[in-house]
């Protein structure tokens, strides 16, 4: 079942591939909601000297260049390693050179973490910090993910999640908004669907969803985890006023947003921070 589901979510994403370098909605979502959680969480790591960083599921490495320039700042050295399945997004991903350098690889995420990539060290034990953002929802084989994470990090870092909100995820399938192709008895997947990425320039693709529950998921970190903590990631009053003011999408209603009004209304993402 993990093996038919990957490789249907494998071709969802080869075929996302080349509207996914150039989506801009979800790039305006990040930055209103996503990053300032991340520069949280990962300045309060800062600073690290000669670290190790690894970002799983990299996409096409414009959060992992991101987050290196912001580790960069607060005088943190060393390099930061994204790993993405989908060689065309790795094609797309470009090396960033710093005092925190990145570099991009194609590869399996167990072969990355034990040193089978050519090019990367084992990396078991040795990173300080681990980011995978917008991954597990995608991910049929969700456990292997988190253990990676988890045999990555070494026992001072920190590992940090985000992906779409249990609970938005199931509002959005109520809606109509998901395209469901098949329920799962089996509680990693419990359903597989597209998950709409919308353009105001009228385009619409879809990327691979499997949706769990809160509960799977809190599990599934304490199995790997001795620690983890859950944040309800949403827009505060003051950037949706702005969005509306200035049409910044998908904060404010125009046609084709799937979203509105429950991504103004209630969590869209879900942070997860887990450690040693």
Request: net charge negative; hydrophobic share 35%; aromatic share 12%.
């Amino acid at each position: 079942m993990v093996m038919d589901t990957n490789s249907w979510a494998h071709e969802q994403w080869r075929r996302a591939a080349p509207d996914w370098t150039q989506r801009s909605q979800d790039r305006n979502y990040r930055g209103i909601v996503v990053r300032p959680s991340l520069n949280r969480l990962i300045g309060e790591s800062r600073p690290i000297k000669d670290g190790y960083f690894v970002d799983i599921g990299c996409g096409d490495g414009s959060e992992t260049n991101y987050i290196a320039e912001f580790l960069s700042r607060y005088e943190s050295t060393g390099k930061f390693y994204g790993l993405d399945p989908q060689s065309l997004m790795i094609e797309s991903a470009t090396p960033l050179d710093g005092s925190v350098s990145t570099r991009f690889f194609v590869g399996d995420v167990q072969d990355f973490v034990y040193g089978k990539v050519e090019g990367v060290p084992m990396m078991q034990n040795r990173a300080d910090i681990v980011t995978s953002l917008f991954v597990l929802q995608d991910t049929p084989d969700v456990e292997d993910i988190v253990k990676s994470a988890a045999v990555c990090l070494n026992n001072r870092g920190k590992a940090v999640f985000v992906l779409v909100h249990p609970e938005f995820g199931e509002a959005m399938r109520l809606k109509g908004a998901l395209d469901i192709k098949e329920g799962k008895s089996d509680p990693r997947f419990v359903y597989n669907a597209g998950y709409p990425i919308v353009e105001e320039d009228g385009r619409t693709f879809f990327v691979p969803y499997f949706h769990r529950d809160l509960d799977f998921y809190r599990n599934l970190f304490s199995k790997y985890f001795r620690s983890s903590r859950f944040e309800n990631l949403r827009p505060d009053r003051t950037d949706i006023d702005a969005a509306e003011r200035d049409h910044i999408s998908p904060f404010y209603k125009h046609d084709g947003n799937l979203y509105y009004p429950e991504i103004i209304e209630m969590p869209s993402s879900l942070l997860v921070v887990a450690a040693h």
